[in-house]
C-alpha cells in the first residue's frame, strides 16, 4: 500500500502539470486530506486477497474473486467521495476561483488510487506474499462476532430490501429538507463595516494638489455620524 500511495500522488503531480495547477496552499492541502482516502481502495484489495489465502484460495484466484466483487462498489464509493467536492470546484463564483483546485486535486488522486488498486495492488501483493501458502493453517477471520453480526444485518436488509429502499429513500429525503434549511455560502459575507472610494482628479492634477483634496473629503467623511479611523 506504501508502493501504491507513492504511485498514485506521482500520477496526481503528472496530472495537475498537464491541468495546470499549481502546488500552493489549496491543492497541497488537498493533497492532506486526499492521503486518508488514497489507501481505501488499496486496503480493501490487500485485505480481501489475505482473506482468499486464508481460505486455502491462490493469489491468482484471491486476486480474481476480490477485484470481481469489489471493482464497481469501490468506484461507487470513490465517486462518492468525490462528489462530497464537487459544488467548491464547481462554483461559480469566488469560492470556486479560490478553492478549485482542492477538487481537482481529489478528483485526480482518488481515481488514480481506484486504478492503480486494482491493477497494482495485486501485482505488489504477489511480490510480497509469494513464499506464504494457501490456508497457511489460519482460521476464515470472518468467523468473528461481529462480522456475523455484520452479515445477520445485511442478510436481512436484503431479505426485506424494499423496507430497506424505502427507509434510504426517506432518509434521503429527509437529508434534502435538512439541508434546504441550511443557508448555501462557502465564503461568510464580511461583516467588517468599511466603504472604499474612488476619487479621480483631471490627467495632470499635480499630487500635492490630489492630497490636499482628499484630505478635505476625509475630514468631511469624519465629521459624519458612525465614522471612525
Known amino acids: 500500500m506504501g508502493f501504491i500511495l507513492l504511485i498514485t500522488i506521482i500520477g496526481t503531480f503528472m496530472l495537475m502539470r498537464f491541468h495546470g495547477l499549481q502546488l500552493e496552499k489549496i491543492s497541497l492541502g488537498a493533497l492532506i486530506i486526499a492521503l486518508g482516502m488514497l489507501v481505501d481502495n488499496a486496503i480493501v484489495v490487500t ?29 461507487a464509493a470513490t465517486l462518492i ?5 464537487a459544488p467548491i ?7 470556486g476561483e ?13 481515481l488514480l488510487s481506484w486504478i492503480t488498486a486494482l491493477t497494482l495492488t495485486p501485482f505488489y501483493f504477489k511480490l510480497f506474499f509469494r513464499n506464504v ?3 497457511d493453517g ?12 455484520v452479515g445477520r444485518v445485511i442478510i ?20 434534502v429538507v435538512g439541508f434546504g434549511s441550511v443557508k448555501n455560502a462557502f465564503f461568510p459575507a464580511s461583516n467588517t463595516p468599511i466603504f ?3 476619487y479621480r482628479t483631471p490627467e495632470g492634477t499635480d499630487i500635492l494638489e490630489t492630497q490636499r483634496r482628499v484630505s478635505e473629503l476625509e475630514e468631511s467623511v469624519m465629521e459624519m455620524s458612525g465614522f471612525a479611523t
Open 196 to 198: 472604499f472610494v474612488d
Open 81 to 85: 467521495a468525490i462528489a462530497a467536492f
Open 47 to 75: 485485505e480481501g486477497m489475505l482473506v482468499g489465502l486464508k481460505r486455502g484460495n491462490t493469489i491468482r484466484d484471491s486476486a480474481h474473486q476480490v477485484i470481481r466483487q469489489n471493482a464497481w462498489p469501490l468506484l
Open 133 to 135: 501458502a494457501p490456508g
Open 156 to 175: 436481512a436488509g436484503i431479505r426485506w430490501r424494499w423496507l430497506t429502499l424505502v427507509l434510504m429513500v426517506a432518509v434521503l429525503a429527509g437529508a
Open 98 to 110: 479560490f478553492i478549485g483546485s482542492l477538487f481537482f486535486v481529489l478528483l485526480y488522486s482518488l
Open 89 to 95: 470546484g464547481l462554483s461559480p463564483d469566488t469560492t
Open 138 to 149: 489460519q482460521e476464515d477471520p470472518y468467523k468473528g462476532v461481529v462480522y456475523r453480526f
